[in-house]
């Protein structure tokens, strides 16, 4: 994602978790407020683990790897989030980006927001599924193609268009229902 697209996301997330804020707790100011946008930002940006993980855990041995811990290990911390980037533009098989996750956060969300009362932790899965919805569905819109393979690597099978566009409906419906679930 680039630095724009970062600004874009982070600026609708904030004005998503000020609005979801305002709906929950109305005119009055809680401290738990400030929990939720905190957890939200901090759920928007994540999903970036995936790239982290995938560098210095998944696939050590990858050249990609290998650049980016020499980069870490000479405190190029810029050069190494460049390859991060470059590693997260690739056609690599990342967990927390797949069409498997999407129902994961789901059943997460519905369970941290009716059990578990904590106003960070609902931000945190409303910022997680927030950025994973806004991310397949960039994707969706720019290459289809390539949401087959970032998406749905998992799957064997081509997913056509429309089963694409109804695995994101069905998501941005789960997601709603999470936020509503906040709201109440």
């Given at each position: 994602m680039?630095?724009r697209?970062?600004l874009?996301?982070?600026?609708?997330?904030?004005l998503?978790?000020?609005?979801?804020d305002?709906?929950h707790?109305?005119?009055?100011?809680y401290?738990?407020e400030?929990?939720?946008i905190?957890?939200g930002?901090?759920?928007?940006?994540l999903?970036?683990?995936?790239?982290?993980?995938?560098?210095f855990y998944?696939?050590p041995?990858?050249?990609?790897?290998f650049?980016?811990?020499?980069?870490f290990?000479?405190?190029?911390?810029?050069?190494m989030l460049g390859?991060i980037?470059?590693v997260?533009?690739t056609?690599?098989?990342?967990?927390l980006?797949?069409?498997?996750?999407?129902?994961?956060?789901f059943?997460?969300?519905?369970?941290?927001?009716?059990?578990?009362?904590?106003?960070?932790?609902?931000?945190l899965?409303?910022?997680?599924?927030?950025?994973?919805?806004?991310?397949?569905w960039?994707?969706q819109?720019?290459?289809?193609?390539?949401?087959n393979?970032k998406?749905?690597?998992?799957?064997?099978?081509e997913v056509?268009?429309?089963?694409?566009?109804i695995?994101?409906?069905t998501?941005?419906v789960?997601?709603?229902?999470?936020s509503g679930?906040?709201?109440?």
């Open positions: 680039q630095k697209n970062y874009l996301l982070l600026g609708v997330g904030i998503y978790f000020i609005l979801l305002f709906l707790f109305g005119f009055t100011f401290w738990e400030i929990l939720v905190m957890g930002v901090a759920g928007l940006f999903l970036d683990l995936d790239y982290f993980l995938y560098v998944v696939r041995d990858d050249p990609l790897s650049k980016a811990k020499d980069l290990q000479k405190k190029d911390y810029r050069g390859v980037k470059e997260s533009q056609g690599y098989e990342f967990t980006h797949s069409a498997l996750f999407g129902p994961v956060i059943i997460l969300g519905v369970f941290v927001l009716t059990s578990s009362g904590s106003f960070f932790g609902a931000g899965i409303l910022g997680i599924f927030l950025r994973y919805i806004w991310d397949s960039e994707l819109r720019k290459n289809p193609t390539e949401l393979k998406l749905f690597w998992q799957i064997k099978t056509s268009l429309q089963t694409q566009k695995f994101l409906l998501l941005l789960g997601f709603l229902t999470c679930m906040f709201i109440r």
